[in-house]
């Protein structure tokens, strides 16, 4: 399974962008998907998640500015950011879990290869 994560760029503040994180290859259901950030000098931080069921949970950072979702598929991810900030700017990853299932007995972890999102004042 990989993750393929677009959408990043440079934005000045205020400005809006949205990221997409498609999975690709043998997919079995992730329980929860993601995106955390990481700026530099900074340990990488939780941003948005989104479970199976739809529950969502933010960061207290981006609580009112960013939304996440996901497909009917449930294979891609959504992070729809308005109102951005210069405290924005870092290197954004997705991830997915996936449950244990007939193949695989444990959680498996995947991430995507990040990109860049850097706000402008």
């Known amino acids: 399974v990989q993750l393929q994560a677009s959408g990043g760029g440079l934005v000045q503040a205020g400005g809006s962008l949205r990221l997409s994180c498609a999975a690709s290859?043998?997919?079995?259901?992730?329980?929860?998907m993601s995106w955390y950030r990481q700026a530099p000098g900074k340990e990488r931080e939780l941003v948005a998640l989104?479970?199976?069921?739809?529950?969502?949970i933010y960061g207290n950072s981006v609580k009112g500015r960013f939304t996440i979702s996901r497909d009917n598929a449930g294979n891609t991810v959504y992070l729809q950011m308005n109102s951005l900030k210069p405290e924005d700017t870092a290197v954004y990853y997705c991830?997915?879990?996936?449950?244990?299932?007939?193949?695989?007995?444990?959680?498996?972890?995947?991430w995507g290869q990040g990109t860049q999102v850097t706000v402008s004042s």
């Open positions: 991830n997915a879990v996936q449950p244990p299932n007939w193949k695989y007995h444990d959680y498996i972890d995947y």
């Open positions: 989104i479970t199976s069921d739809g529950t969502t």
């Open positions: 290859g043998r997919i079995f259901s992730f329980n929860v």
